[in-house]
């Protein structure tokens, strides 16, 4: 599962294994898909709050080494393994749209 957190332009990861699991960590293109260990909650679930660019970026989880897409989004594109890589798409935060749109006027 994925969703904006409070801090601008962090996103939390995280996800909550239907059966026992040691290790769990997130990687993605954001990270040259190098996995970043994620923190087990007290309510069983593994999370992280990784910074990420707007943008559209690709992701899997790493159960114990075995790598799979977040069950929890149905966005997700084919990948070179033959498998599929799930997909996030970031959105500019409104101050920063804002920035871009007053820095275009100036330069008009």
Known sequence: M???DSK???IRFSFKPMYPVSDCQVA???NNWQ???MVRTRAGQFAVEVKLPP???QYKFILDGQWMADPDNN???SNAYG???SVLQVEETKKVAARKTASKRSRA
Request: charged share 20%; aromatic share 10%.
């Open 55 to 57: 943008g559209t970026h």
């Open 35 to 37: 996995p970043v260990q």
């Open 83 to 85: 498998t599929v890589n």
């Open 8 to 10: 601008k332009g962090t």
């Open 2 to 4: 994925v969703k904006k």
């Open 28 to 30: 993605g293109d954001f």
């Open 75 to 77: 966005i997700y594109v």
